[in-house]
């Protein structure tokens, strides 16, 4: 697949080689290959000089195998066989711990035990809706405060939209500092007997009815969170706007990853939209799994026809480099006459031969000129010429062998057409997403004929990436 001259290359090198450029994140939607372009990246990076962490939060753990690391977890890991000067560090986040080490980070001793017992705690960190992408925001921010690594890759987690990305941080700040929680936290916020006496007589009303729809018992636990969490609350919010800002900085870039398929492109399109909306610098799109062909001159309607021809038996190739019709009048090749003009340039040129169709006697001079004794009739010479009928049979087999091989390229022809029905399909879907927006830089990968498992693999696809073109 070729990129319109008028669509502006992505290039990757110029982005992994400027030391201002210190978070690059890959988003988009799920299943269009974020985490191996987030490794390659890294890699690559890596290769040319910089010290890299690369920070994925897909569970399926390809990031580990690809990097030839038994497991990651929530401590960077450096991988072992980069070539160059620089270094490359992994790690998956794990949702659950970067929740503890917040609360350990910013509470005492007792109350942070009390938080990390809680029923409602241990709930809300291992699966509440934003959670995720929450935490994804604060290790981002941990990493980039620690100034360890000079580039942060981030590689988004996988969901549904990749608008989730922007989105819950926010949700889950505005849940923890909502007014539910205000409510909730409230009596511990009342000083005096007659504040509490008074409160207390609106909240019995409150709880007792919150107690029948959630559990009493549930009730009794999100009391206590939030009672031990209460110092807390403010600096969720802080931090997710701190982590937001700093997406916004100049030393930030986003990747949006997609395929060349309409819904991949069209997620892709609505969060080039909300990056501008939000003011956060973009980088380019990554044109994952792009097909292409070395024989892109052979349209798929010319590549059918010529299928559909040798199929119907139409065209049949000649010793002569000729085609003609199947239907024409030939000879048989089984024939006499077909015979005969197959070994009539083997006989003798003398001025005594016979045109007659009888076996010559072995006892005519014309054909003992080079030895006065009779074949022995057990030489395989004497019995040749009344044999070669009886090998008739190897016209068949070749004209056998000829169909075969026509089957065969008319199968391959067929796959050629569908090949470029598919590499259409993909510009035009390309097409539609630069024509809305033709600011966008565009680089394309080349789809691989398997999946990437180690550092070789994230390499190639880094050479790719820096080629910005699919391979043919």
């Known amino acids: 697949m070729t990129l319109d001259a008028a669509v502006a290359p992505l290039d990757v090198d110029p982005l992994l080689d400027d030391p201002e450029t210190r978070i690059i994140v890959c988003c988009g939607s799920g299943g269009v290959g974020k985490t191996t372009t987030a490794a390659a990246l890294g890699l690559r990076a890596a290769e040319r000089g910089r010290k890299v962490v690369v920070l994925t939060i897909d569970p399926a753990r390809r990031l580990a195998q690809s990097m030839g690391i038994d ?13 160059g000067s620089g270094e490359l560090h992994a790690m998956m986040l794990d949702m659950k711990r970067t929740f503890d080490e917040i609360v350990e980070a910013h509470a005492d001793g007792d109350r942070a035990r009390a938080i990390l017992d809680n029923p409602f705690y241990q709930s809300l960190s291992a699966g509440f809706a934003g959670t995720q992408e929450y935490m994804a925001m604060e290790k981002l921010g941990q990493l980039r405060a620690r100034d360890g690594w000079d580039l942060i890759v981030v590689d988004t987690p996988p969901s549904r939209s990749a608008l989730d990305f922007l989105d819950a941080p926010k949700r889950l700040g505005s849940f923890l500092d909502g007014k539910f929680i205000r409510v909730l936290m409230a009596p511990a916020k009342v000083g005096g007997r007659a504040g509490m006496k008074f409160l207390n007589v609106g909240m019995s009303m409150m709880t007792g009815t919150l107690g029948k729809l959630l559990g009493g018992q549930f009730l009794r636990d999100v009391q ?5 969490m209460d110092t807390m609350f403010g600096g969720f919010r802080t931090r997710a706007d701190a982590t937001y800002r700093l997406l916004q900085a100049p030393g930030t870039a986003f990747l949006v990853v997609a395929a060349p398929e309409r819904d991949a492109l069209r997620e892709a399109a609505y969060f080039v939209e909300r990056l501008a909306a939000e003011e956060m610098p973009l980088a380019g799109l990554v044109l994952n799994r792009v097909h292409g062909s070395g024989a892109a001159r052979l349209s798929a309607e010319r590549a059918r026809a010529a299928a559909e021809n040798l199929e119907e038996g ?73 044999r070669a009928p009886a090998s008739m049979p190897a016209p068949t087999s070749a004209a056998s ?72």
């Open 71 to 83: 497991s990651l977890d929530n401590t960077p890991r450096q991988v072992k066989g980069v070539e």
């Open 224 to 228: 206590t969170f939030v009672a031990a």
């Open 314 to 386: 139409r065209i049949v190739d000649q010793r002569g480099g000729k085609a003609v019709d199947r239907g024409a009048d030939a000879p048989d090749s089984s024939s006499p006459a077909a015979f005969e003009a197959h070994e009539a340039p083997q006989a003798p040129a003398s001025a005594g031969a016979t045109t007659s169709s009888e076996p010559s006697q072995p006892s005519e001079p014309s054909q003992q000129s080079e030895s006065t004794d009779p074949p022995e009739p057990s030489d395989p010479s004497a019995t040749r010429s009344t």
């Open 401 to 472: 062998s000829a169909t075969t091989v026509e089957q065969l390229t008319a199968g391959l022809l067929r796959l050629h057409a569908e090949r470029m029905q598919v590499l259409a399909r993909e510009e035009r879907t390309r097409d539609r997403f630069t024509a809305l927006h033709p600011e966008v830089p565009v680089a394309e990968v080349g789809a691989l004929p398997g999946d990437v498992h180690d550092l070789a693999g994230l390499r190639a696809i880094g050479d790719r990436l820096a080629a910005g073109r699919a391979a043919t």
